[in-house]
């Protein structure tokens, strides 16, 4: 078991769809994160949340919708994407302590 | 604000070669400075780390990086690569902040090793 887990491994979807990004840490950690990973770009960090509180969205369309429920626990939610969004999504937790990322294995998700 | 500049987007080296990845920085306060590998179709993996004190660090799979403040690099060097290393390297810099980490990455570098 990783510590940090994202669900599913790979998406398709359309472009009117509705589904959502899963993504579980059993570090203990903070802070969780999503980062979009796209072909030929630096990773993007998307939305931070810091003890359940969102701290940092980097001007992400609203057809991304982040949920942090409790510590553990990240969601991103996703309606009406474009093509362009196909990326690998990438979820990470850290605590304050450590400072280095810990990543899951990512969501490939193609929009259709 | 800050940056990262990975200057190769891609180093082949044959099996047991050195290798060194290169990785500059730039940021109005100090920093710390990571290294993290993605194998294909995986997550990021850290190899190493540098927060304070020594300045050549230590990571896994035999890799090292030596901070250099002046110079505002922090390169990644092994000193006989494997074919397993095969790989993109990310160089990923963090201000100090209380509470949670924002990495700010560079573009990567994908190291081919053949035999």
């Known amino acids: 078991e990783t510590g940090v887990t994202q669900t599913p491994r790979h998406l398709v979807m359309g472009m009117t769809n509705k589904k959502s990004l899963k993504c579980e840490q059993h570090?203990?950690?903070?802070?969780m994160y999503w980062y979009k990973q796209s072909a030929k770009k630096p990773l993007e960090l998307m939305f931070v949340y810091n003890f359940k509180e969102q701290t940092e969205n980097n001007s992400v369309p609203s057809r991304f919708s982040p949920e942090c429920p409790n510590s553990s626990h990240l969601f991103l939610h996703l309606h009406t994407l474009q093509p362009e969004d196909s990326a690998l999504y990438l979820c990470?937790?850290?605590?304050?302590?450590?400072?280095?990322?810990?990543f899951g294995q990512g969501t490939r998700l193609t929009v259709v | 604000a800050q940056s990262v500049t990975q200057l190769d987007s891609q180093v082949p080296v044959f099996e047991e070669a050195p290798v060194e990845l290169r990785c500059n920085y730039s940021s109005s306060v100090s920093v710390y400075l990571f290294w993290y590998v993605q194998y294909p179709n995986q997550g990021l993996q850290l190899l190493l780390k540098y927060l304070s004190g020594s300045t050549l660090v230590k990571g896994i799979n035999g890799f090292e990086a030596e901070f250099n403040k002046s110079q505002t690099s922090f390169h990644l060097r092994k000193p006989s690569v494997h074919i397993s290393d095969t790989a993109e390297y990310f160089c990923?810099?963090?201000?100090?902040?209380?509470?949670?980490?924002?990495?700010?990455f560079g573009k990567g570098t994908m190291l081919l090793v053949s035999p």
């Open positions: 570090l203990g950690h903070n802070a």
């Open positions: 990923a810099v963090s201000e100090p902040f209380s509470g949670y980490s924002t990495l700010t």
């Open positions: 990470a937790s850290s605590d304050s302590d450590r400072k280095e990322a810990f």
